[in-house]
């Protein structure tokens, strides 16, 4: 076995099966060892933000590490802002970056670049092999890292050298260590805080979906305090069977509001509530000053363990009153963000998965699912516009049996399109609905937040996507993806409807 | 005046009048500021990695430093990879980031990331504006940065508070230091060197356009000097009127027979030859042992003058030998890269400026274009894929009164597609040559130069772009461009000819 060989046995050997790729010459060695494992699941990007973010996704909807397959310096750079997006999901990820061997560093070629640095913004754990026999062993800690805290960012940086010299045996990677856990003082001064008027239990990460979110529920419930979420999450469990659940908004002046009676707060798996951009003359902090933030288990912590001990501390064994299922009417009529939404909440089929980067534009459809069938729901946590087709690509593979619809704005679509490729060329079923209002409307809305008056021509030139519009059936097909226009109700619940029954990927281009 | 007022009016001032934008949120008072002055010229990119690469080419052509907006440390992310290009190149770029404000920067915000990390690992200098007040010093500081050594990248992070707070008056960039010389010695001992048997001028830089080249053609002639270009450089004039020139090759065993014969070698504007990537068993230094590399003049100092000092010593006062035009006919039959390359030869215009990232594709038409009329290629010499569409951008908006063509495969079209969009929004006279082979050509011939055999089912979903095939009319249209698909020599010539004949882009499929 050379080096490469050895990583790919090693990272089977330990359960890491799945691998998106965007390789070059300098990985070449390592698509070999790929080649000769069957196993291995290999899905092409175009793109390494296409990689980055499907693996983001594979991540929260399976709990399991994928790798990235990245080429030097500039791939990695490609990879950034949804590794970024990754990472505040609080998403495991294994970025495979190759390099030119180790003798070649010391020369000035075209692609020498700072692979450690660029790696080392965003990763919890950037290892670089040093020679072809310790890969394994190197691989094996970076898959650990990648699984540590829940998940993580790591980087293993493979010269082409050590790639193809001799490797030495696969190895099987370590366990995790045990996530940390608040002591029992701390939970019954959480209980103490909990049971106040006026409480509210943040949560995230495990706490948002699966028996997570009912053991979340439970707790809130018990102790009388609203249970919150943060604005953006990984994942979130929603629709019929959930327990009500309170999120942050964008807006400060409507986070302040949905904060303002909160004179408790304790957080498990969330991080301290936060304007999402500052202002000027309005506060970063959203929640009263008076309030009192318990800051109980940090994401990365053992979330459901904290969970248990304070549903033990409050007797809360009672199940939580949860979300009745209320499917409403296909609505008729010109189309709107709001019946885009309702008629989604019709037609959602049971356990699909919804990809929101709809921005400005998916509102409606949060508001209007609220009471659909169960479903997940993931949005861009990190903020980094284009994640969202990439997020869908991963979600597909992780799941091939429950139907994906991705929100997407024609904006926010434009970053990372390639992925519409991905999704042709796996077959993943995934709805993509793109709400065409022809601009990037966050940043008109943003201009009237910091009261900077009506914008003129420069900035009307930032603000729209338009002359010439976009012709998305024409991107649809580009890509080798079926597609349909909507411009009123009727049309979209027809196209909706003929998404979720087509194997492989639909494109709705949704006229707002 | 507000910190990006006076910032802005700092740019204006100091010769800055042009923008490649792709803003946020957190850049809202520096687009306020944008548009408060028309003489700015903004463009918008719908993805970072155009903005870079654009600001990329148009320093190239233009020889002016542009800004770039980028959005926090994902928006500079996306940056990078044509950030690693403009570096090689030796092109200026000066990269406007927004950050949060100061003050929010303590709190877990979603988009709160290592801006100051992702820059540094790409940028010669990294300024971050501490206050309002130096807003203008700072970015005079960091134009002047950008300028230094021919052209550097340049990054000053501007936290939203220091773009919204009272500014100082608008300040002006000094001229940067002036370029280091080799000392009279050192031009001696490479009049030595350049007049022995077997001798090899290497130049880069200023010596591979317009007066430097003539000046390097004249000096190679006077001392019996071959005169050679590294493989991949920002910009080379070529055709009608140029000296003839040898490039080094991609392939090791090519390379190190277009340098059998070296027996000296002095660099001027270039880095000592190394072969593009390492193999197992081959050379990383493809000179012949016993050549002598004379380092004279660095990329960054001052090449031109170094030239002037060698034609001096060397008497050279005849203008060189240059290349006579020779037109050929129009090709017919069935279309391949080498008759793509002839009738690209025989139609194009005088001063056409050839955007390259055709890969393996545009091999022939490089070689057939030799004897062409003038015309300025462009490279991405960083090897990072996804140059090119942008580069396009860049160079028609630096030079409106020249055709740019535009060479790509399919392969490295799609890593940044989006720039399409942007040729049709700002009405730039680019062609798009895509030559489509259906996938990564290049990645099929490095697996045969590593002697890793036929590749199996995992390494060929890695290689091909098909199943399915990207439709390049769709896409043209998906992006509002015209195009045509051209399947034999007389439909590709018709297709060039009328996408040179009307304004705007035009997109040609070339199946290959």
């Not at 490609?78 to 495979?96: D, I, P, S, T, Y």
């Not at 706490?207 to 809130?220: F, M």
């Not at 516009?385 to 992780?398: E, K, M």
Request: aromatic letters at 4%; glycine letters at 12%.
């Amino acid at each position: 076995m050379n080096g490469a060989q050895s990583l790919v046995a090693t990272f089977l050997a330990s359960g890491l099966d799945t691998c998106f790729t965007n390789p070059g010459t300098s990985e070449m060695h390592f698509v070999a060892a790929l080649d000769d494992q069957p196993d291995m699941r290999c899905v092409l990007c175009l793109f390494e933000g296409g990689a980055s973010g499907a693996a983001d996704a594979y991540h929260r909807m399976s709990g399991k590490v994928a790798a990235t397959l990245l080429h030097l310096a500039p791939g990695f750079g490609n990879a950034f802002a949804n590794l970024h997006n990754a990472r505040k999901a609080g998403a495991g990820v294994l970025n495979v970056v190759g390099d030119h061997a180790t003798y070649h560093l010391g020369y000035e070629s075209p692609l020498r670049g700072d692979v450690a640095g660029v790696s080392g913004a965003i990763s919890h754990s950037v290892i670089t092999a040093q020679d072809a026999g310790g890969v394994a062993a190197d691989g094996s800690r970076a898959l650990r890292a990648a699984r540590m805290a829940g998940g993580q960012i790591s980087t293993l940086i493979l010269p082409a050298d050590t790639a193809w010299g001799d490797g030495g045996p696969a190895a099987t990677a370590a366990p995790p260590p045990a996530l940390p856990r608040p002591d029992p003082a701390r939970i019954a001064a959480a209980v103490h805080a909990l049971r106040q008027d006026g409480a509210a239990l943040m949560v995230g990460g495990p706490a948002l979906h699966g028996p997570g979110l009912q053991l979340a529920g439970r707790v809130a419930q018990a102790a009388g305090a609203t249970l919150m979420a943060p604005l953006l999450v990984g994942r979130i469990g929603r629709g019929a069977g959930t327990p009500p659940l309170t999120r942050q908004a964008y807006v400060v002046e409507e986070n302040v509001m949905v904060l303002g009676n909160t004179r408790a707060m304790v957080l498990v798996g969330a991080d301290r509530p936060v304007s999402f951009f500052a202002y000027p003359g309005k506060p970063s902090l959203p929640e009263p000053p008076d309030c009192a933030i318990t800051d109980l288990c940090p994401p990365g912590w053992d979330v459901v363990h904290t969970l248990e001990a304070l549903a033990d501390a409050l007797g809360a064994s009672a199940a939580p009153q949860t979300i009745t299922q209320a499917v409403p009417d296909i609505p008729e009529g010109p189309l709107t963000q709001d019946r885009v939404g309702r008629t989604l909440a019709a037609l959602m089929p049971d356990g699909a998965i919804v990809v929101d980067e709809g921005i400005t534009s998916s509102r409606g459809a949060s508001m209007e699912t609220v009471a659909a069938a169960p479903h997940d729901w993931l949005h861009t946590p990190g903020g980094a516009i284009g994640g969202g087709l990439p997020n869908a690509v991963g979600a597909a593979v992780a799941c091939p049996d429950r139907p994906v619809i991705a929100l997407t704005g024609d904006g926010s679509a434009m970053y990372t399109i390639q992925s519409l490729w991905t999704m042709a060329n796996e077959r993943l079923n995934v709805v993509i609905i793109v709400f065409a209002n022809r601009g990037y409307q966050i940043l008109r809305l943003e201009r009237m937040n910091l009261g900077l008056g009506k914008p003129g021509p420069n900035a009307m030139r930032m603000f729209d996507v338009m002359d010439p519009d976009l012709d998305w059936q024409a991107m649809a097909r580009a890509h080798g993806v079926a597609s349909a226009r909507a411009e009123d109700c009727a049309g979209f619940a027809d196209a909706l409807r003929t998404g979720l029954k087509e194997p492989g990927p639909f494109l709705i281009e949704a006229v707002v």
